[in-house]
């Protein structure tokens, strides 16, 4: 039996909708400057700052450009906090400003935290190592403990915010964003909480950090033409970008927000995930089980191929990844896969691991907003085994009702959300 063709049981519970959303990323701070980056094609990515890169294999990243964390928070705290937490906090504030939530007005017991990251507070842990090596036990930051904790950022946005409902951390590498939304949807599917500050953040650009993903070898090596250099789709890809950042989502039961008269960007109607099981770093050629995990992310939430408006692919330009997503596509949709616009955000914003996943969420809902769906800028030399509509010339004018969000990290972990203009 075909795998894809495996029928899985509609899901029926409450209904969850998106009603707020902030970014902090490298092609820009706040929706408007990331979304106006994005329309416009402009990248954020530039040469590494945040130290000298001289001696790496990769000397290029998506930094984040004028971030002041005390826009956002006090100094005493932003002074506690690892980067990637700065992120997340700073990008819920948005997300919960853009809600029109009162937070005083609900209960604090049923508004959870949730939040995503890979790396957590790893830079906090490379300083501090630095520090004992050269200065001995007595000169480590008291405080460390607290900063290096992947759960630093979702303690802290509770406490910022003074929610005291369900709260906890996700990691799943590339696919950490959307697990991290699922995992709250489905939280308030079943009655754990009405309201859900679901963000990420990422600060991998350490020298360690960063020289461990070199030398992985599926790093960028085009240093010299930074914001050309990541090219999903393209014969001439060499690999992916890392960037930093944040990002957040405001998810929220139905009837809550349209009792508060919330403003809602879309509604959640789908999740599914998968895993390849063939190798920690290498894709699997076939691509029946990217193909299964989108059937069944369809069949899931009872929708039709000839209702997806958009996908907001992974187009991580790591060739091998690339391929196996078109052809995935390509079979669940047949002939309608050359229809439907397939973008990838990366070459604009970076691959910030946790973070992007909740950016491509935001994009498909700007796109629905607007009407209009963001190019995949860089295709110079398109790849002849990827043949999708990738909208490589400019941004199209077009309506976005339901929208594919797909996500496939290293371990072949697979992860797709489908979302629909409510």
Known sequence: MDLVKRVCRPMETRRVVITGMGVVAPNGIGIENFWDSLVNGRSGIRRITRFDP?????????????????????????????????????AARMAVGDSDIILDQEDPYNVGVFVGTAIGGLDIFETQHSIFMEKGVKRINPFSM????THSASAVIACELSLRGINTT??????TGLDTVYSAFNSIRVGDA?????????????????????????????????????????????????????????????NHAIKRNAKIYAEI?????????FDLLEVDNNEETMALNLRRLLEKGRI????IDYISAHGNGIVSYDIIETNAIKRVFGNLAYNIPVTSIKPVTSHSISATGIWQIITSLLA??????????NILNPNPKCDLNYLPNG????????????????????????????
């Open 54 to 90: 001289s001696s790496y294999s990769s000397q290029i990243a998506g930094e984040v450009q004028d971030f002041d964390p005390t826009n956002y928070m006090e100094p005493k705290t932003a002074k506690r906090l690892s980067r990637f937490a700065q992120f997340a906090l700073a």
């Open 146 to 149: 607290v900063s290096c904790s």
């Open 170 to 175: 996700i990691s799943s590498g590339c696919n």
């Open 194 to 254: 009405d309201i859900i500050v679901v963000s990420a953040g990422e600060a991998p650009l350490t020298p360690l950090i960063h020289g461990i993903f070199c030398a992985t070898g599926y790093i960028s090596r085009r240093n010299g033409e930074p914001q050309k250099a990541l090219r999903p789709y393209d014969s001439d890809a060499d690999g992916i970008v890392l960037g930093e950042g944040g990002a957040c989502v405001i998810i929220e039961e139905l």
């Open 269 to 277: 109607i789908s999740y599914s995930a998968l895993n390849e099981a």
């Open 304 to 307: 039709d191929t000839a209702e």
């Open 368 to 377: 629905m907003k607007t009407s209009t769906i963001p190019p995949t800028i």
């Open 395 to 422: 941004f199209l004018r077009k309506e976005v009702r339901t929208a594919i969000i797909n996500t496939h990290g290293f371990g072949g972990r697979l992860t797709a959300i489908a979302l629909k203009k409510f």
